[in-house]
């Protein structure tokens, strides 16, 4: 007896999904639970396991074309099976005919045959995380699976991000944050249909990583950008004139360096920038642990941190940043790199950007967005001036800072960078 | 920080905001001489005198009425219902008159009054002297609504209440009168009103409850942790203005709610939760909303094992717990 492999329904307003691949050809073995087809809808691209064990016997839907969920994809059943007259009929488009309960599909809400009732939040992780729910186990009332099971089975699963080979950026010029030239993703696996005039990316483990991790900052944090702006002429020139002393230590000094370090005088003097917000209540960390952004072209974005930063000089600010570079050149960044920072810097102003409101890294309080450089015109007393300009601008988590609070912080960055010493 | 009970920190709130403001005055039923059928006023028609603590007739219309006049004029009134089952009388006031009046004249004027009144049954007072009435009141836009379920609350809470420009009922829970301590700054302060306060944290179930109830819905989460249930217990305090971040970031947290009141259950407080849970997190939940109230029935029975089998209580919300546990 052949089983219909059917179009799951993959949310609740998604009515209709596009078959974008399929894993197995007519006539090759398929196993119960093994991807047999992947699917696109306008929220979610999923893999479709195989209903059942068995040869695939007849492709009914050919890739790229859209169909409404609860329509017969494919049939599986044993080698040399005949399929009968009424597993004929293959598409359904008409809407009028609702498709029967579509028992193949995982993630409806309401009362499922196979698996119990499938609560709202069982089925929005399920969405969310891609899940086969057939996977796990349900330990509620009646076998029913819950949210707790759910979450059970996610720990389970080995965390895809760190171990991920990512394109590394190969940082040039002492610049962790020059995006990488486009790297080549690897090629669609099925030519787009010819009438679609898009085409679609599938998504990384890190991209997807991304997109969670932004997606809840923005969703429940409350954030406001503050911008100020520095002259940098006494960085400049200390900059300019240390740049070889410190190569001869073999270290690359870089401008980001006076920024990082500018930020830490800072984060010591308003340690409440220092800081997540808690249920029990606003931490504060003793210790200055700071993220910088480093981007990985089109694969995405990476914040390694520098442990400990209250205590680096300038030469051990910019021997850290050449050590994360060189470690990031050489893939060798580890998990531990990435996690525990209690703020953020990122360059944007690298890619011509004067300034931008970046996105909160949860559960940190802040991030400091530092623009391009830029020779302008300023008015220094009656006289106008030529120095180099930058943006400073510092996204901050509203619950637990107030903006006169956090214009004092950014001050004080300016204040520090505009007061260098010479030295 | 002195120990007390919820009517001594009820009564420091009062005498520290008349000794700060002139304006401040109390009228009620047997508030002055007597000092309150509860003692929530003793001392404070000795200190202040007659003029500022008023014994009024029984007859609650003209005590709110008398009260918003007062308002008006730019007095700081305090009026006091004693037994909330009495405030009936007082309802055209209360809705029609303070409630409504600054959105009635622009803006142009405010009504700065609190209203106490001792609510709720368990102490034997049969159908007169155990009501729960704060479902009525916080379904009236323009009318703040006010539950305190510990003494620093209850402090806090009616000093913001006196220094609110807006109509305030302050519901205290009588029972808890003398059976609620607990540790109360001799100093000036305020807790604001609105925000609600997670009291216990825990990842299983969201318990939401005020007033009396939450001091029941502390015993029954400590009993069922020993079972591995974590319940976040959430007190409420403010009915209306309700805290909608509170209670939504803390179901979103756990994937369960449930809401505890005395009040009985069609019609009570627990829907307005329960029907905001349902707008604003549905996707967050893994069981049904569920609700602990009294039952459906015209008041708290006189009779003590009739009283009880109305009264919500611990065990009773461990057991509402743990079916919701095991769902």
């Known amino acids: 007896m052949a089983t219909p492999v059917i179009m799951p329904q993959l949310g609740e307003s998604v009515v209709e999904g596009t078959v974008l691949r399929w894993l197995k050809q007519p006539g090759e073995t398929v196993a119960e639970f093994e991807p047999l087809l992947e699917v696109s809808t306008d929220k979610v691209d999923s893999e479709v396991p195989s209903p059942a064990s068995g040869v695939v016997l007849q492709i009914l839907v050919p890739t790229g074309q859209t169909v409404r969920a609860g329509t017969v994809l494919a049939w599986i059943g044993a080698a040399g099976e005949a399929l009968g007259g009424e597993e004929a009929p293959a598409v359904s488009p008409a809407p009028a005919e609702a498709p029967a309960a579509p028992t193949a599909s995982p993630l409806t809400p309401g009362r499922n045959r196979d698996l119990g009732f499938i609560s709202p939040v069982v089925a929005r992780l399920a969405r969310e995380h891609n899940l086969d729910l057939r996977q796990i186990k349900g330990t509620g009332e009646g076998g029913r699976i819950t949210k707790k099971d759910v979450l059970r089975y996610l720990e389970r699963q080995p965390t895809p991000t760190p171990e991920t080979p990512a394109a590394w950026e190969t940082p040039g010029e002492g610049d962790l944050f020059r995006p990488t030239e486009d790297v080549p993703s690897a090629a669609p696996s099925a030519p787009p249909p010819a009438e679609a005039k898009e085409r679609l990316i599938p998504l990384t483990p890190m991209r997807q990583k991304i997109a969670e991790r932004l997606s809840y900052s923005a969703r429940t944090i409350p954030h406001v950008t503050t911008v100020m702006e520095a002259d940098l002429k006494r960085v400049v020139a200390h900059y300019t004139a240390h740049k070889p002393l410190f190569a001869r230590d073999g270290v690359n000094l870089t401008y980001t360096a006076y920024f990082a370090l500018a930020a830490v005088a800072a984060l010591r003097a308003y340690p409440l920038l220092n800081a997540s917000w808690t249920e029990e209540g606003i931490r504060v960390y003793e210790t200055i642990n700071l993220g910088i952004a480093v981007s990985l072209g089109d694969e995405g974005l990476v914040v390694p941190v520098i442990r400990q930063a209250e205590g680096l000089s300038l030469l051990g600010m910019a021997r850290a940043i050449n050590d994360l570079a060189a470690r990031a050149r050489g893939r060798r960044l580890t998990p531990d790199d990435l996690q525990g920072g209690t703020f953020t810097i990122t360059n944007h102003g690298v890619g011509g950007s004067l300034f931008a409101t970046p996105i909160i890294l949860p559960p940190q309080c802040a991030i400091l967005g530092v623009g391009k450089i830029t020779p302008r015109p300023v008015v220094i007393e009656d006289a106008i001036a030529i120095r180099p300009m930058v943006y400073l601008s510092l996204t901050f988590d509203h619950r637990i800072l107030d903006g006169a609070v956090a214009d004092a912080f950014l001050s004080k960055i300016v204040q520090t960078l505009q007061t260098w010493p010479e030295a | ?327």
């Open chain 2, 1 to 327: 920080m002195p120990e007390m009970t919820l009517v001594e920190a009820i009564r420091q709130a009062m005498d520290e905001e008349m000794a700060r403001d002139e304006r401040v005055f109390i009228v009620g039923e047997d508030v002055g001489k007597r000092g309150g059928v509860f003692r929530a006023t003793l001392g404070l028609y000795e200190k202040y005198g007659p003029e500022r603590v008023i014994d009024s007739p029984l007859a609650e219309a003209s005590i709110v009425g008398v009260g918003i006049g007062a308002a008006l004029y730019g007095m700081r009134p305090i009026c006091e219902i004693q037994f909330a089952d009495f405030i009936f009388p007082a309802f055209n006031q209360i809705v029609n008159e303070a409630a409504r009046m600054c959105y009635r004249s622009n803006g142009e004027w405010c009504v700065p009054l609190v209203i106490r009144a001792p609510y709720g049954g368990g102490i034997g007072g049969g159908l007169y002297h155990s009501q729960s009435v704060e479902a009525f009141f916080a379904h009236v836009p323009g009318l703040k609504v006010v539950i305190p379920s510990n003494p620093y609350d209850a402090k806090g809470l009616l000093k913001s209440a006196v220094r609110d420009p807006n109509p305030v009922l302050f519901l205290e829970p009588k029972k808890g009168y003398r059976l609620l301590r607990g540790e109360v700054p001799t100093e000036d302060y305020v807790v604001p009103i609105g925000p609600a306060r997670v009291t216990r944290p825990g990842r299983d179930i969201s318990l939401f409850a005020y007033g009396m109830m939450h001091y029941y819905a502390l015993q029954a989460a400590e009993m069922v942790a020993a079972e591995g249930i974590e319940v976040e217990v959430v007190d409420l305090r403010t009915l209306a203005p309700v805290d909608r971040t509170t209670i939504l970031e803390s179901v979103r947290k756990t994937g369960k709610a449930l809401i505890v009141h005395e009040d009985n259950l069609t019609g009570g407080y627990g829907a307005e939760i329960a029907a905001l849970i349902a707008e604003e997190a549905f996707e967050a939940l893994d069981a049904p909303v569920r609700r602990l109230c009294g039952p459906d029935v015209p008041g708290v029975p006189f009779s003590h094992p009739m009283q009880d089998w109305f009264m919500p209580n611990a065990p009773k919300i461990a057991a509402a717990l743990r079916a919701l546990a095991a769902y």
